[in-house]
């Protein structure tokens, strides 16, 4: 299963056509785990998103650039050595995914010209950390992207932690969407984009 | 207080225009209803059963009297004539509309006021002692520390969707006046044998449907810290506290599951990436913000002592509002005085804009301008002279604002309830009021002593009542309203949950089971003893068996319609 996006925004209010491949692992036809008798709306953190036979049997696009989903990666990232070597070959991860297994998994996490970060609904935060952890402990200087439910009123955050380009969920204008990085004139506290709190800048 | 600089400014104004932005486009179709609610909602707006409801944030409880002007200005002019001051210290209002709330928004910035995270799964208004700066018990005032910490977590990248609501209280006094053990962070302010200044740090605590009272799980902790620290806190939680339930998202289910210890080494193991880092806080910024805070320009020979003793020797009503409603200063010759916003007959926390416009010429003849929100739902006037009490207190019986009743039965905490709110089980008003005219007897409430009764109509415990003397719980049982009642808990130092004492009544025997509690109570007692001492000491039973074998709860009478 793959998906081809045509624009992405990027966090100078640019917009780009994508020349990725999202590869998603096929959905699962497990039924609907319920809670309290409302349905589970986000896996809990460290869930895992397939299990290995399905992995395994996800056919990888043999030329271009993909962006792998990471137990896939972990999976099978020797026989795509040449292909990082290349600069074909990005990682996305989703919410519930731990983003420490990807620096794990390499010697530079910069040999990877993307990295996704996969929203399946706005209101699930985790990635928001998942992309300050990317840039700051990890040092990942790539493009960082988010995924999925990317909606215009969240990019002011989003491009704060870190992210620098946004696959705004489809029927979404981009170019207007960029308006919102400019929500605030001024932030107080640090992030990936202000290492200073503004109490030592003022 | 402190008073926003042109930065401070400039971001209130940046939401305001950024929030009639996204009504604009939520009304022109653009963002749909579950695109616009986590907006709508980190500008304290619920959609609830008549309009939106609109909780405007009062940072630590602290107001200028020109802030209660303009909130009496919108109550008169865009609500219905009233607003409701809640137990988290803000004001909330039920009937604005939603197409009028960006102008109700910008109103609110020209006085340095704002809705913001208010309401969402963010980090809430920070709360406190509703007496810091003048509290005789105070170690440190924590107002200055509540204001870094609003401003660390305002607009917070990182943290605006976390999986649940967030809340943070710092107390600085012997006392806990700010229910640090029942939030999410609480934090205590204190010297250290050095004479340090140093953080004790509790997390997990929180009530609503899993009451849990907090742990420690950093003692000591330099105050340069204190936002490295809340930021490990805050990331671990982002990141590992449970999202597939909503019931068991706050971050009081992760410590419980993870354990306090485990929890704090792995806080720990985030934090040594952060400590010493540029969040770190300076003197200088301490120093910056204190500077705010700041004792008035009272009097050195405020006086009044003489004349206040002769007055109140032989005026009873007026000795007994001093008794009551009247709490020691730090200043010699000045008093804080807490205005009742409990007279029988009037939802509890409620106030009507002429009461509104009428506290604030008082806060400025009488108390420097300034006034306090209590999460008792009170107001308080923080700095009156002593000589100045017994004009004040004429001034305030006109206003209906001298009930002395603070701290006794009467002086019940309640959320809005099935009245007007969208998520409550059960009516909250109305059980209130009923107690309130059931022990409306003032000889007979000061026999009894300090007693705290909270009503909630929900699990979600917006009338604290899992921490009440007496708390009741709104239940819902196949769509008729219930009332869960326990004892035995309390704020403070010694906080407690309560335990319930059985099965649920229906709302028109509250009153009679509060008052078999009450006797339950007088024919044990000893002389120095609280109605709380008496629960402590003895249990639930005498009380529980009482109540029971005079009252029908509702499995009861069910049994007895199916007979």
Redesign the interface.
Known sequence: MSERRTEILLADGSVIADDWVWLRLPESTEPQ?K??G?P??????GETAAPPDVVAGVAVPVTGRVLLPLPLWLARKDELAARVAAGEIGVWIDSFE?PEALPESLADLNALPVIGLHFPR?????A???A?LLRN?YGYKGQLRALGDV?R??L???R??GFDAFALREGLDAHAAAASFA?????????TDQ??????R? | MYRY?D?DR??VK??AA?FRD?TRRFFAGE?SED?FR??RLQNGLYIQRHAPMFRIAIPYGLLSSQQLRTLAHIARTYDRDYGHFSTRQNIQFNWIPLEQVPDVLDLLADVEMHGIQTSG?CIRNITSDPYAGIAPDEIVDPRPWCEILR?????????????RKFKIAINGAEHDRAVVRCHDIGLEIYRNAGGELVLRVFAGGGMGRTPIIGSVIRDGLPWQHM?TYCEAIL?VY???G???????ARIKILVKALGAEEFARQVDAEWA?LKD???T??Q??LE?VAAHFTAPAYAADAGGEAELTARAADDRAFSRWLARNVREHRQPGYRAVVLSLKPTGKPPGDADSATMYAVADLADRYSFGELRVTHEQNLVLADVRAGDLHALWGELRKLGLATPNIGLLTDIVCCPGGDFCSLANAKSIPIAQAIQERFDDLDYLYDLGEIELNISGCMNSCGHHHVGHIGVLGVDKSGAEWYQISIGGAQGNDAALGDVIGPSFAADQVPDVVTHLIETYVAHRTPEERFLDVVRRLGIEPFKTRVYANVASAKRAKEVEHV
């Open positions: 785990k809670a309290a409302k589970v709306l986000f896996r809990v953190t731990e706005f209101v699930d935060g985790r928001y950390s998942a300050f402990r909606l009123d969240q002011f955050y989003l704060r932690v929500d605030f004139p001024e932030v107080y506290q640090t992030s290492p200073q709190p503004l109490f030592r003022a | 600089n930065y400039a971001i940046a939401r950024q996204q963002l695109e986590p907006l799964n401003q660390w977590s305002t607009f917070h990248p990182e943290f605006a969707y976390l999986p936002l990331r982002n990141r590992y449970r999202r597939d339930n909503s019931y068991k990436y880092g540029p969040s806080l300076t200088a910024e910056r």
